[in-house]
Nanobody, 123 residues
């Protein structure tokens, strides 16, 4: 049974930083591309960042480029999202997701999802 468990969310002031983690189990982690998505109240889920299986190729939404960094540790079966210079518009529930094969930006292409972790950025 595949499980993805996010952690690291919380309340932070504008300009602050948070590091999200997503621990995976029940799959061969190194064979899966990983993505981070977010959903704010009243809005659709949107792509944030993705990382390839083993070479660490990354992609980012324009809204977070230069502020967020996705990384992974295949030895720990964990993917991270370092979020710096946070803005109120970053407030959302953040989800990690996994798919075999290449990293893509469409959430519909991901097979497994975590339960999410709440990030609140105060102004």
């Amino acid at each position: 049974q595949v499980q993805l468990e996010e952690s690291g969310g919380g309340l932070v002031q504008t300009g602050g930083s948070l590091r999200l983690s997503c621990a995976a189990s029940g799959l061969i982690f190194s064979r899966y591309a990983m993505g981070w998505f977010r959903q704010a109240p009243g809005k659709e889920r949107e792509f944030v960042a993705a990382i390839s299986r083993s070479y660490g190729l990354t992609s980012y939404a324009d809204s977070v480029k230069g502020r967020f960094t996705i990384s992974r540790d295949n030895a720990k079966n964990t993917v991270y999202l370092q979020m710096n210079s946070l803005k109120p518009e970053d407030t959302a529930v953040y989800y990690c997701a996994a798919r075999p094969g290449a990293a893509v930006i469409s959430g519909a292409e991901y097979d497994y999802w975590g339960q999410g972790t709440q990030v609140n950025v105060s102004s």
